[in-house]
């Protein structure tokens, strides 16, 4: 036979070996899959607009030792008018800083002590002059003043300063891991969060693969930090299966709300939340106060999903003819390919991935080691 033929026949019989392999892993559930970054572009001017002369929270920022607040650091007025380093306060702020609301006084482009040049003063494509204004996403100084006066000033870039961790197109925005955020926008949730709050216990909820439930030792530390977060998740709740809210408590200082649920078996979980701003819920929620306030928690079992596919959710499956929105209850957010006719591949991590057809529904999944 000739080599190119025997290459072919080969080539077939890998074919339906693996597709052999596929049908048995049918069943088999997945882990989480890795995030999709979503674009959060906002111009130096957009950023200036929302956050020049407000007061802000403090978000992020831990004891970098000494009782100081690592990455805030001290600076002073110049006679210039400038801001200068202020090296006789040390390196950072002291830590009780981290607790009060200072006011942002000045926001300038950061060229990292000059490593990096300016973009302001270069021509776009179309020939015009760019002014600071004009940079998106860059990295930015944000100088601003404590009540008693302490000038400080915090280095970052806007896309991580309005939320750090890296968001799936699926996902509901959370602002978990915010650097900072206005004490107006806290204002406006509470004024809402706090007169609603008790109408919620009896409510019942149901959580899906992504949803964030943790055990009764969570403390309001492991929520703000992603890698705390992520060890302390508890992944054996049923899914699509009702829970009721038994206790709510708003934390003003960090601007969430911690549920205590109860399963049908007695057993008690907790969930944690920020209140939705958006007026459209990417999985489904309504704009109930309940709705908006839940997070990554169902109100209801969706109306559209089959009896069959409610009950490969609940124990984590998949199966052919399976529709994207109940593949990401049961398994997850993936990030996705173009695949083929219309199609699209979901990739869960570096080796999981679903073929789904130019109607959304399942065809196949692989498994591939590595």
Request: charged share 25%; proline share 4%; net charge neutral.
């Given at each position: 036979m000739?080599?190119?033929?025997?290459?072919?026949?080969a080539s077939?019989?890998?074919?339906?070996?693996?597709?052999?392999?596929?049908?048995?892993?049918q069943?088999?559930?997945?882990?989480?899959p890795?995030?999709?970054?979503?674009a959060?572009?906002?111009?130096?001017?957009?950023f200036?607009k929302i956050?020049?002369?407000?007061?802000?929270?403090?978000?992020?920022?831990?004891?970098a030792?000494?009782?100081?607040?690592?990455?805030?650091?001290?600076?002073?007025?110049?006679k210039?008018?400038?801001?200068?380093?202020d090296?006789?306060?040390?390196?950072?702020?002291?830590?009780?800083?981290?607790?009060?609301?200072?006011?942002?006084?000045?926001?300038r482009?950061?060229t990292?002590?000059?490593?990096e040049?300016?973009?302001?003063?270069q021509k776009?494509?179309?020939?015009?002059?760019?002014?600071?204004?004009?940079?998106?996403?860059?990295?930015?100084?944000?100088?601003m003043?404590?009540?008693d006066?302490q000038?400080a000033?915090?280095?970052?870039?806007?896309?991580?300063?309005?939320?750090?961790?890296?968001?799936?197109?699926?996902?509901?925005?959370?602002?978990?891991?915010?650097?900072?955020?206005?004490?107006?926008?806290r204002?406006?949730?509470?004024a809402?969060?706090?007169?609603?709050?008790?109408?919620t216990?009896?409510q019942?909820v149901?959580?899906?693969?992504?949803?964030?439930?943790?055990?009764?030792d969570?403390?309001?530390v492991?929520?703000?930090?992603?890698?705390?977060?992520e060890t302390?998740?508890?992944?054996?709740?049923?899914?699509?299966?009702?829970?009721?809210?038994?206790?709510a408590?708003?934390?003003d200082?960090?601007d969430?709300i911690?549920?205590?649920?109860?399963?049908?078996?007695?057993?008690?979980?907790?969930?944690?939340?920020?209140?939705?701003?958006?007026?459209?819920?990417?999985?489904g929620n309504d704009?109930s106060?309940?709705?908006?306030?839940?997070?990554?928690?169902?109100?209801?079992?969706?109306s559209?999903?089959?009896a069959?596919?409610?009950?490969a959710?609940?124990t984590?499956?998949?199966?052919?003819?399976?529709?994207?929105?109940?593949?990401?209850?049961?398994?997850?957010?993936?990030?996705?390919?173009?695949?083929?006719k219309?199609g699209?591949?979901?990739?869960?991590?570096?080796?999981q991935?679903?073929?789904l057809d130019?109607?959304?529904?399942v065809?196949?999944?692989?498994?591939?080691?590595?």
């Open positions: 000739h080599t190119n033929a025997l290459v072919k026949v077939a019989l890998s074919c339906l070996l693996l597709s052999s392999s596929l049908l048995a892993q069943e088999k559930p997945l882990p989480a890795a995030a999709k970054a979503v959060r572009d906002m111009t130096l001017r957009e200036r956050y020049l002369n407000q007061r802000i929270l403090i978000l992020k920022g831990t004891d030792g000494g009782g100081s607040l690592g990455g805030w650091q001290p600076v002073r007025l110049g210039d008018g400038s801001y200068k380093d090296y006789s306060k040390g390196a950072f702020i002291d830590f009780r800083y981290k607790d009060q609301t200072p006011r942002i006084l000045a926001i482009e950061n990292l002590g000059g490593l040049t300016p973009q302001e003063g776009n494509a179309m020939g015009e002059i760019v002014t600071d204004d004009d940079i998106v996403n860059p990295s930015v100084e944000v100088f003043q404590f009540e006066g000038l000033r915090y280095s970052s870039i806007v896309s991580l300063i309005r939320d750090r961790s890296v968001k799936n197109a699926d996902q509901d925005p959370d602002y978990w891991d915010m650097e900072f955020m206005l004490v107006s926008a204002d406006d949730h509470a809402v969060i706090t007169p609603n709050l008790s109408s216990i009896g019942k149901y959580a899906i693969y992504d949803s964030l439930l943790f055990g009764p969570i403390t309001p492991d929520m703000l930090d992603l890698g705390r977060r302390k998740r508890v992944r054996d709740v049923p899914l699509l299966t009702q829970m009721t809210v038994v206790a408590k708003y934390n200082r960090y969430f911690v549920w205590k649920l109860r399963l049908d078996d007695g057993r008690e979980v907790i969930t944690a939340s920020r209140y939705r701003d958006e007026d459209v819920s990417k999985i704009n106060f309940l709705g908006r306030s839940i997070s990554t928690l169902l109100l209801k079992v969706p559209n999903l089959t069959q596919e409610i009950a959710i609940r984590k499956k998949i199966f052919r003819g399976m529709s994207r929105q109940a593949v990401i209850y049961s398994w997850g957010t993936a990030s996705e390919n173009d695949y083929g219309g699209k591949q979901m990739v869960y991590g570096d080796n991935f679903v073929y130019n109607n959304g529904k065809t196949d999944w692989q498994n591939i080691d590595r």
